[in-house]
C-alpha cells in the first residue's frame, strides 16, 4: 500500500520557524492533492493547507503569509515552510495525500501520516 513518514516537528519559540516534511511511498500510481492538517488539544483536526498536483494551494486564514506549502513530485514529498510561529500553532501536524495505488481497477483514497509534535513556546 502507501506509507506516509513524517518529520522536522519540534519545540520552538514564538517568531521561529520549522519546516515539515512528509515522504510517501510504496505502491504509488499518482497522488493527487497533498495537504498538512492539525489537530490541538481539545480541538477537532483542521486543515492547515493543501496543494493539488498542478501546484495550486490554499491555505487557512489562521496561516496565511505565515505558512507555506510546497511539493516535490520526483520526491513524492509535500513540506510546510512554517514561519511567525505563534504558540496557538502548537499541534500535532498531519499529512493527508490522496493517493492512486499501482493496483490495477484501484480508486484513489486519502492515507494519512503518524503526525508530529510542534510545539511553540511564548
Known amino acids: 500500500q502507501v506509507q506516509l513518514v513524517e518529520s522536522g516537528g519540534g519545540l520552538v519559540q514564538a517568531g521561529g520557524s520549522l519546516r515539515l516534511s512528509c515522504a510517501a511511498s510504496g505502491s504509488i500510481f499518482r497522488i493527487n492533492l497533498m495537504a498538512w492538517y492539525r489537530q490541538a488539544p481539545g480541538k477537532q483536526r483542521e486543515l492547515v493547507a493543501g496543494i493539488t498536483s498542478g501546484g495550486s494551494t490554499n491555505y487557512a486564514d489562521s496561516v496565511k503569509g505565515r505558512f507555506t506549502i510546497s511539493r516535490d513530485n520526483a520526491k513524492n514529498t509535500v513540506y510546510l515552510q512554517m514561519n511567525s510561529l505563534k504558540p496557538e500553532d502548537t499541534a500535532v501536524y498531519y499529512c493527508?495525500?490522496?493517493?492512486?495505488?499501482?493496483?490495477?481497477?484501484?480508486?484513489?483514497?486519502?492515507?494519512w501520516g503518524q503526525g508530529t509534535q510542534v510545539t511553540v513556546s511564548s
Open positions: 493527508n495525500c490522496n493517493v492512486r495505488t499501482r493496483v490495477p481497477g484501484s480508486a484513489a483514497s486519502d492515507y
